[in-house]
């Protein structure tokens, strides 16, 4: 979060992952790259030199632009503009010349001690261990996503229909990465993910959640290729709910300067434990495309669709519903002052259902159809090294013609999380 640009390289959006080795690129560092640019930078006109590299175009994927980019901005004292444009030769490049002692130095002369030990550290060790511990609490307005008492009472003809139930909770996150890079284009990222949940109200809605993700990357120039294959494991409604498994071949490519796309299949598969859930096994196919702009060396832009066919199953040879979503999620990221940063998430869900189920008494039309909307906004704030205060909000409310199917929710979070 801190260190955004770098982050859009080293790692991409909605699922962890992402690698920065690449293959080096065979250039003859002794011809002349930009005549221009070198000849303002040998005349110490830095500011000429840097308006001549930050407009070519044309040598904008050689290691040798960014590096005397990031020399005329650091002569300039532009020490962050500097630091981004040596990230980006070690992306191109991560053995190009003396980039990761300059690196380092700027690194150090900006506060991040952290991240001058870890570039250092690595130097003869190509393998990286990193976490994250985050601790919260939160309140949710609609814990069981139930609508409210009256209108269910109406609907069904009936009293006695579940209510809302809204609680506080408190939830712990860890989150440990361990990366090995091999050969000068591929990495391998392992991930281990556990999320506990204790909500004070009503423990039926405790939660643990544990993810293993083992993600191979090989980066050949601008294109990025991911293989993730993960396995999670949901304890959930006073049961192990479920286990999980998924595979999500990923192309990340630079289009051009500050223009990235991330292309995605996804295969899942969801195998029900619990015994009066075990008929609704269910498997997913879908295709996610996202886009993002980087605004400037901090903010950022994204927009998402997403596609995913969902088929639950009653038995070995019989559907028990199929549902396609079709998602639109559009993301931004800005500092504003004083190293506060503001993140706001607005998405929207179609559902549309087939059910083979007799649901005529239910809904009024063939299909059932939901329009889920959903807006998060959230405050980081860094307290000290490594360690963050965050503030966030997120609605949720859905719309249906299958009425027991409508809720509002709102989930309020204050928490803190620790890097290592």
Request: net charge negative; glycine share 4%.
């Amino acid at each position: 979060m801190k260190y955004l640009y770098l982050s859009l390289f080293i790692t991409s959006s909605f699922l962890f992952g992402g690698g920065h080795i690449v293959k080096p690129i065979e250039i003859n560092t002794t011809l002349p790259l930009n005549s221009i640019a070198d000849k303002f930078y040998e005349q110490g006109d830095y500011t000429q030199a840097l308006n001549s590299l930050q407009t070519d175009t044309i040598h904008y994927a050689d290691p040798r632009l960014h590096y005397l980019w990031a020399k005329s901005a650091e002569a300039l004292g532009k020490k962050d503009e500097a630091m981004f444009a040596y990230e980006r030769v070690l992306i191109l490049d991560p053995y190009f010349l003396d980039t990761k002692n300059r690196l380092a130095i700027v690194y150090t002369q900006t506060d991040r001690e952290s991240l001058a030990n870890e570039l250092t550290g690595r130097r003869d060790d190509r393998s990286n261990l990193s976490g994250i511990f985050d601790i919260s609490y939160g309140y949710d307005s609609n814990l069981n996503a139930n609508p409210i008492q009256d209108n269910l009472d109406k609907y069904f003809n009936v009293t006695g229909s579940p209510n809302e139930i809204s609680s506080s909770f408190l939830r712990l996150n860890g989150f440990e990465k361990y990366d090995y890079e091999f050969g000068s284009a591929w990495k391998i990222e392992t991930t281990l993910n556990l999320l506990y949940q204790n909500t004070f109200k009503d423990h039926l809605y405790d939660m643990s959640v544990g993810n293993l993700n083992f993600n191979p990357i090989y980066q050949y120039n601008q294109f990025q290729f991911k293989f993730p294959l993960s396995y999670a494991t949901i304890h959930y409604l006073d049961t192990h709910l479920m286990n999980q498994y998924d595979f999500s071949p990923t192309l990340l490519t630079t289009l051009k300067e500050n223009n990235f796309l991330s292309l995605q299949a996804e295969i899942s598969k969801g195998d029900f434990i619990a015994t009066q859930y075990q008929k609704r096994d269910s498997k997913t196919n879908g295709v996610k495309a996202i886009y993002y702009y980087q605004l400037n060396e901090y903010d950022l832009l994204s927009i998402a669709y997403y596609y995913q066919k969902q088929e639950a199953i009653l038995s070995s040879d019989e559907r028990f519903v199929d549902v396609a979503f079709k998602t639109i999620e559009v993301y931004g990221i800005f500092y504003l002052y004083s190293k506060l940063s503001f993140s706001a998430t607005l998405l929207y869900q179609k559902a549309e259902y087939r059910d083979d189920i007799d649901t005529t008494k239910i809904i009024s039309s063939d299909l059932r159809e939901d329009d889920l909307y959903r807006i998060n906004a959230k405050f980081d704030y860094p307290l000290y090294q490594d360690t963050e205060l965050y503030l966030s909000d997120e609605y949720t409310t859905t719309n249906s013609n299958y009425m027991p199917a409508e809720y509002d929710k709102n989930t309020l979070l204050v928490g803190i999380s620790m890097h290592y």
